[in-house]
């Protein structure tokens, strides 16, 4: 997969992600060694990770969620630049 490719793997996702319907399988799928990422790209990664783990978290805290949208959102607009 070459830069272009989990750049926009990675867009799509995290627009799923805000849209509510992230599937961790299929990030999985998509991007088997994060290792090979830049840096942008490996934020994206983790934060989409931990979107999946903290979901309880999120809807107990809406800090949290905010946070996580907004960061969401920066990584977007940086993957799509």
Do not use: C
């Amino acid at each position: 997969m070459n830069k272009n490719d989990s750049r926009s793997v990675l867009a799509e996702a995290l627009k799923l992600a805000l849209a509510g319907d992230h599937d961790p399988a299929r990030l999985g799928n998509a991007i088997a060694n994060p290792q090979r990422l830049t840096a942008i790209e490996k934020s994206a990664w983790v934060q989409l990770h931990n979107w999946s783990a903290d979901a309880n978290l999120r809807a107990q805290y809406p800090q949290i969620a905010d946070f996580s949208r907004r960061r969401i959102t920066e990584l977007l607009v940086q993957l799509e630049d």
